[in-house]
């Protein structure tokens, strides 16, 4: 069995419809600004392209070749000591599988060194450009901060014949790395600090992947970009929002040069993606520390791993067309691209039925040795395909562990004792035995009679079963491996964390649960790595194209059937301090992938059926997650005050967060009923956290005192004066002084160090008391260091 995948190329090329870009090229034209449109896709050789990069491909090869023009794939390969041709490699098999075509249009800014330099050399014998001799430490304290203007460079008088001469030495080697920089003489009081004197080459000792030791120094990004862009004729340079304070160094370099062309900057909203990371330096940290199996891992946002795991060009197309292109960031919610993948292996997975965690049912009264054939369609009837398979049917089967349950609850629909069910497809079962392992009291085999005049699906009598299974003939059942990849952070915002912690700490030991010994139908034995198949009641699936082997197929797990995450982990607006989950340590090698069963199944089963079936009922209506579920279906103490404080406050996961991770601590030798604090005292505070009047961290402050006190904590907040600061103005003139009293931090921060926002969103806390509204906070900060 095989399925197809169609081409990104054949369908449509637009990321959307309609969009500003879009209409800038449109209104270009049209006044004759340019009669053919050239844009250009640019990354940088250092890491793998991820979903991210997937929006911007789609729409400068979608613009270009929805109004008849180019775009051009070149690399910005101008850093040689992060850059390989691994990841040229990767990239270009990666836009290629996305549909982008460059034609005979890929180039190198490698290509362009030595145009590069004449340019350089060029700004210089304007006036334009010095050569610079501060360390980088003496660069930074002159450069100012957002309201002080920078101090000129000692060095900024330089003749024009000295910076050629010392120029020309420090391409000659003479020099080792930091003694010079070559600096655009721009203006060191301008408002926006990429204008003030910013470095243009430096010194770099590392051997180039594709010149070798050709040279020694290097074009910055901004130089080398525009300047590239200029060479190739590029009429639209498209890129995101971040680049927005760039685009006056870009029009500053194309300006003051004798280039060929004069480009011009766009820039749009990039794609920020829930419970992903996007930054490749964080990317590359996850595989070189081992917390990943590779670039490709199915867990990664990677267009690699999510090729590797099932995700279609097509689907991330449509995806990047529902988001559309927009001009401010935003996060965008992982259960739409998760929805946009669902919908689109709907029409291309074949539907079959597999075992993932078997329990041996024997039908008493099925002739041994029979082998009935049915069959049974690939496609569900709105899906306009067609196709089946024949299915086996004999006495021994195989149905999925957690669809049977010796004491099951009121509207358990599928097996129990004396309980009868359908099996797709065959007929009705009634279980009328359990076998159990006589050493671990296991239940290993259920001793079931078969309905043969329900074969059809309907009794003669009009019995009607509400639970249907899926199910695999034990004497036919093919054994598979199955993997169960799951999101790869356990947060939201997984960047968004405070000063002194990793963001390695927001990982999800359960993002992926290794399956052995699930039984599969044989329909299946020829199927063909790469095949997309839906796993009836299960998933989407994908065969492994890197481990699968001939009659030992690896699925992936591309998407659960429905969004399962949500229900299982009601989320939440991200909180400063609020009790976390519970994570690996930081940096801490990742849990090896669990086999047979993940950590919150194993504890499930470890429970009696009746708190089982009542963490499952905490799960499935309240929203709450597995472990949590657990902890709480276990102890009547603490599940009382989780129904208490839910009855005050109508938020369960919140609850179950609050009363599990901060109230369970406070027991040590007490009864639950011991607490100084009511489910009523905590469904008030959890409200006041909700409407916004307090913080996470005053609220932890809060319970402190009613643990020692008692009272109300609305009161207590009136009382003390905690309530949340939240006027913009007032929090606007925090962060000025923050920012203007670090101009270090600042300086790190807009050169690259992005963790430095934990240390600014502390200084503020700090400095309001711990009052200060958080998302408000980074919000602000986000504005101010852009």
């Known amino acids: 069995m095989t399925t197809q995948s169609p081409r990104a190329s054949d369908a449509d090329s637009s990321v959307a419809a309609s969009n500003f870009i879009r209409n800038i090229i449109a209104e270009d034209l049209a006044a004759g600004r340019h009669t053919r449109v050239v844009t250009r896709f640019p990354p940088e050789p250092n890491g793998y392209l991820h979903i991210g990069h997937a929006k911007s491909i789609l729409l400068n090869f979608g613009l270009a070749a929805d109004f008849g023009g180019a775009c051009h794939m070149r690399f910005d390969d101008t850093n040689p000591a992060a850059e390989d041709m691994e990841y040229v490699e990767s990239i270009l098999r990666d836009v290629r599988w996305l549909g982008g075509d460059w034609g005979d249009k890929l180039f190198f800014a490698s290509d362009y060194f030595e145009r590069l330099y004449a340019f350089a050399v060029e700004l210089i014998q304007k006036g334009r450009a010095y050569v610079c001799s501060l360390s980088e430490a003496e660069t930074r304290e002159l450069r100012g901060t957002v309201t002080e203007p920078g101090r000129e460079s000692p060095y900024r008088n330089r003749s024009v014949a000295e910076s050629l001469d010392l120029f020309a030495r420090m391409r000659a080697g003479e020099f080792p790395e930091g003694a010079h920089v070559l600096r655009a003489k721009i203006d060191m009081a301008a408002p926006n600090m990429k204008m003030r004197d910013p470095p243009i080459y430096r010194i770099k000792r590392a051997r180039h992947y594709r010149t070798g030791d050709a040279w020694c120094v290097y074009p910055l990004y901004d130089f080398a970009h525009s300047l590239s862009d200029a060479i190739e004729g590029i009429t639209h340079s498209i890129c995101t929002l971040e680049f927005e304070n760039n685009r006056e160094l870009y029009d500053w370099i194309v300006e003051h040069l004798d280039v060929p062309s004069r480009p011009r900057q766009y820039e749009f909203a990039r794609l920020n993606l829930s419970y992903t990371v996007m930054s490749k330096r ?78 041996r049912v024997v039908l008493e009264n099925y002739p041994e040795g029979q082998v009935e054939e049915i069959d049974a369609p690939y496609w569900p009837e709105d899906v306009p395909r067609e196709g089946s398979r024949k299915v086996p049917l004999s006495r021994v089967l195989y149905i999925e562990r957690d669809d049977f349950l010796e004491d099951p609850p009121k509207k358990w629909f599928r097996l129990a004792p004396g309980q009868q069910v359908r099996l797709r497809y065959a007929g009705f079962i009634t279980c009328r035995e359990v076998v159990r392992d006589e050493a671990t009291g296991e239940v290993v085999e259920l001793r079931c009679t078969y309905d043969r005049p329900t074969k059809s699906g309907e009794a003669p009598d009009g019995r009607k079963p509400k639970g249907t299974l899926h199910w695999v003939s034990a004497a036919h059942a093919l054994p598979a491996e199955v993997r169960l990849y799951d999101r790869l952070f356990t947060v939201e915002r997984p960047d968004a964390v405070e000063e002194g912690k990793d963001f390695m700490e927001n990982l999800n030991p359960g993002s992926l649960v290794v399956l052995s010994g699930c039984q599969v139908e044989p329909s299946l034995s020829t199927v063909e790595k790469g095949s997309h198949v839906q796993f009836e009641r299960q998933g989407f699936f994908f065969v492994d194209p890197v481990d699968s082997a001939p009659g030992a197929p690896v699925f992936n797990r591309t998407v659960a059937l429905k969004d399962s995450w949500s229900r299982l982990s009601a989320e939440r607006p991200a909180r400063a301090a609020e009790p976390a989950p519970a994570g690996p340590a930081a940096k801490a090698p990742p849990p090896e992938p669990r086999r047979e069963r993940a950590p919150f199944e194993e504890r499930l089963a470890r429970l009696d059926p009746a708190r089982a079936e009542k963490a499952r009922h905490l799960i499935e209506t309240r929203g709450i997650p597995g472990d949590d579920a657990v902890v709480l279906a276990d102890d009547d103490g603490l599940l009382r005050l989780f129904e208490e404080t839910v009855a005050a406050h109508d938020n369960p996961r919140g609850a179950a967060n609050w009363v599990i991770h901060s109230l369970a601590r406070e027991l040590k030798d007490r009864k639950t009923g011991d607490l100084p604090v009511s489910g009523a005292q905590l469904g008030e505070l959890l409200a006041l956290i909700d409407d916004g009047t307090i913080s996470g961290k005053i609220a932890k402050d809060v319970l402190a005192e009613i643990m020692q006190q008692g009272g109300s904590p609305r009161a207590i907040v009136a009382q003390r004066g905690l309530r949340q600061v939240a006027d913009e103005g007032a929090l606007e003139r925090i962060v000025d002084q923050i920012i203007a009293g670090h101009p270090g931090e600042v300086s790190r921060f807009r050169a690259g160090n992005s963790k430095l926002i934990g240390f600014f969103v502390g200084q503020v806390m700090k400095a309001s008391g711990g009052k200060a509204n958080p998302d408000l906070v980074n919000t602000l900060l986000a504005r101010k260091l852009a």
């Open 282 to 359: 964080k990317l590359l940290a996850l595989v070189k520390g081992g917390l990943v199996t590779g670039w490709d891992d199915p867990r990664m946002p990677t267009i690699a791993g999510l090729r590797r795991r099932g995700v279609t060009p097509e689907a991330i197309r449509s995806f990047c067309e529902e988001i559309g292109v927009a001009k401010t960031n935003s996060m965008v919610d992982i259960a739409k691209f998760e929805s946009c993948v669902r919908d689109d292996l709907n029409l291309r997975a074949p539907r079959v039925m597999a075992v993932l965690r078997p329990l």
